[in-house]
């Protein structure tokens, strides 16, 4: 058992502390809140729809969107006029209000940091004539915007790491708290839907022509999601059990590939997965959440780098088939989920999945699992080679529980 030697550091300097949940909050196309979103998930829903005729794009997609008039409305409810924000700082904003009301903390206090996690940002304004210098473009622009909507003066972290920026953001939350410069770390996963980032993926072929089918024999590509996510942090004592959950240890590995192809040996991911298991007993995993994009080389990847780790048994799920792929959200997303199926002693399902692969076969979750383990793997992976892992672990059965 192991941790990082920046936070075996940390603890030297600053005595042993855990990193643990404080608030959280889902804007998808599922809902507003984490209860609908987890509930939706819980019950097999899927907010994955066909899109036709999205701005000018000649081919049809299948996508899961926010509902833009619920945002705008919600969002004035603040009392802020949505005329003044985009569409994707008005979800970021209004997701980190609804987790500051369940943290109950003042985000303006000088030690709270904030974390946005993005991979494009604001770049449909591209699509509306604004100048390709525009500083709205840019996305410290947007990390600030967030942090002066809360007044908070600290300078805001942006982390952009293709489609493991979430755990990323996750990770560097970790360590300005262990640090002991900050008590709350604001960690918050947003992307939409534009022609630039639809046309992208169509380019490489790899958006499916119906919902996905995350390592299904017959997944045909990847569905994209709009989201946004916020994951409030606290540094706790190490005697003090405040939370249900804590943020035990993270791991990034680049093997480099290739700049859209994931390794063939799973070389990355499994570094990355290994890393974080040095904290736990693979025994001790409910479950793992991977990444999943149900793409024919991601899947398969995944799939050899968790049987070279010896993950091959234990029940794995994607959430894709529900959220669909939502780039720098996903990180955030899809750990909050993990951690409200972790505290409810369950394994979720895997939207789509049907019948898996002969070669390196895993532990697919087909239907909710029960289970009392106390740790779950978060994965991901993304272009250019990059992975990541997260741990998470929840205290005992008969300690204070979450409810969503």
């Not at 890393?275 to 001790?284: H, P, T």
Request: with cysteine; glycine share 8%.
């Amino acid at each position: 058992m192991g941790k990082s030697s920046f936070l075996r550091r940390m603890e030297e300097k600053n005595g042993l502390a855990m990193i643990v949940w404080a608030g959280d909050n889902i804007i998808s196309s599922l809902g507003f809140t984490t209860e609908e979103n987890y509930r939706a998930v819980w019950s097999g829903q899927s907010g994955i729809r066909l899109c036709d005729a999205y701005r000018g794009i000649p081919e049809p997609f299948y996508a899961s969107q926010i509902d833009r008039k619920q945002l705008g409305d919600r969002f004035a409810a603040l009392g802020k006029r949505p005329a003044g924000y985009t569409p994707l700082e008005q979800a970021a904003i209004l997701s980190v209000a609804q987790a500051a009301d369940q943290a109950r903390t003042d985000l303006s206090a000088p030690d709270v940091v904030f974390i946005l996690s993005t991979t494009k940002g604001n770049v449909h304004l591209l699509d509306e004539g604004e100048r390709a210098d525009s500083p709205r473009l840019y996305l410290w622009h947007t990390a600030r915007l967030i942090a002066d909507y809360f007044h908070n003066a600290n300078e805001p972290v942006v982390v952009s790491n293709a489609c493991i920026s979430g755990a990323c953001a996750q990770i560097a939350a970790m360590r300005a708290l262990a640090s002991g410069d900050y008590t709350y770390a604001v960690v918050i996963g947003v992307d939409m839907l534009s022609r630039f980032i639809i046309s992208g993926f169509q380019s490489l072929k790899a958006l499916a022509p119906a919902p996905c089918r995350p390592f299904d024999a017959g997944r045909q590509g990847l569905n994209l999601g709009e989201a946004a996510s916020t994951l409030i942090y606290r540094r706790a004592a190490g005697e003090e059990h405040p939370h249900t959950v804590s943020l035990v240890q993270g791991a990034i590995r680049n093997d480099a590939n290739h700049i859209s192809g994931p390794s063939r040996t799973g070389e990355g991911c499994y570094l990355a997965i290994r890393a974080s298991l040095e904290a736990c007993a693979a025994d001790d995993l409910a479950f793992v959440c991977a990444h999943g994009t149900a793409t024919a080389y991601n899947d398969r990847m995944e799939a050899i780098a968790l049987t070279r780790a010896g993950l091959n048994r234990t029940p794995v799920n994607s959430l894709k088939g529900y959220f669909g792929h939502t780039l720098g959200a996903a990180g955030v997303l899809e750990s909050i989920i993990s951690i409200h199926a972790l505290t409810d002693e369950t394994a979720l399902p895997t939207c789509g999945f049907r019948q898996g692969e002969t070669d390196y076969p895993l532990h697919i979750a087909e239907r909710r699992l029960r289970t009392e383990k106390p740790y779950c793997l978060k994965i991901l992976s993304g272009f250019g080679g990059c992975n990541a892992s997260l741990l998470f672990k929840k205290q005992k059965k008969t300690d204070e529980t979450i409810v969503c």
